[in-house]
């Protein structure tokens, strides 16, 4: 929220204004991830960080997505690379930024020399952003979050609503509207069912996790594999939930640029071929969702003639999502 009140300190009075300046200071935290890639991970890593912002489009510079998802790439790298206080940091801010990325957390517990400081330096940074919070806005504005989430219905956009929102396209008593949660969601037949079925994959796909974070443990937490845990992680918690806002796509973007590089610049450990088939099924999934949203959306919450095509393209979307989910 105190990101999104830059634009106003920086004197934007009008919705032109602040769009324009908001899209400043996120091609600002854009630049400051591409030079993080560049000294880090190489020329070909930036440049392919630059396909996948420009395959996003607007998504890109208009939503605040793209903060938490360049920390948590940042996050990624640090911990592949050992440094687990400074990855635990960084962590922590994308978790403030957006609860998500603490997703990434046990990946920080790589070495066993350094796990209980990396654990105390991550509960620290989460205590003080915390702490920040609730004397900025109270304690329920800070658990908020977590509530809204829990109310939400179904999105037309999730991986639940495909079925849903291929047989409104041909049979009737299915509606989308535009909810109090700021999102276009559908009811109908069968819409409660596939609510149900999410919440019970988002359970099996905890236990999946917990089960391959244990076995990581166990051996002796190799670091490509944690890099496609981490990833997978991201990835179940998109395909179980009851929403997939196009933002999403940005979330899985930074981490699997930051793998695609691991393997550039440390092949003995990373192998390049797994890296580049998940970049590339990333940039198709950018595509993808750029052509969901915004161009053909209307076609999506509404009825014309690019229905088909636009559904179609929504279904095409969500199987690769979970083709890449059983990849990683």
Known sequence: ???????????????????????????????????????????????????????????????????????????????????ASASAVVIALG???????????????????????????????????????????????????????ADRGLQVEAVAATLPMLAALSQPGYEVYYSVFKAYEIRGPGVPAMLQAAS?????????????????????CPPEAGGYLGLLLVVL???????YSPQYTLWVAALAVVLFGASRVDPARHESLRAGLVLGLTGVLMLLTTTIYPTYYGAIVGRN???????????L???????????L
Do not use: C
């Open 1 to 83: 929220a105190w990101f999104l009140q830059l634009p106003l300190l920086a004197g934007a009075t009008t919705d032109l204004g602040y769009r324009a300046t908001f899209m400043v200071l996120v091609s600002l935290v854009d630049l400051a991830f591409l030079l993080f890639l560049l000294g880090r991970l190489g020329v070909a890593t930036a440049a392919a960080w630059l396909v996948l912002v420009t395959l996003a489009g607007q998504l890109a510079l208009l939503r605040l997505d793209l903060v938490p998802a360049v920390l948590a790439g940042a996050g990624l790298l640090l911990a592949l690379r050992g440094r």
């Open 95 to 149: 978790t403030a930024a957006k609860l998500w990325p603490i997703l990434l957390f046990p990946l920080v517990l790589t070495r066993r020399g350094s796990r209980l400081r990396a654990t105390g330096v991550f509960a620290a940074a989460g205590v003080v952003l915390a702490g920040a919070s609730i004397a900025g806005a109270g304690l329920p504005r800070l658990l908020s979050p977590l509530d809204y989430q």
């Open 200 to 220: 019970v994959a988002s359970v099996v796909a905890l236990v999946l996790a917990a089960g391959l974070l244990v076995w990581w443990w166990l051996r002796d």
């Open 237 to 243: 918690f998109i395909v179980t939930s009851k929403a």
């Open 305 to 315: 003639e690019h229905s088909r095509f636009a559904l179609g393209a929504l279904a």
């Open 317 to 327: 979307r969500n199987s690769l999502i979970l083709a890449l989910a059983a990849l």
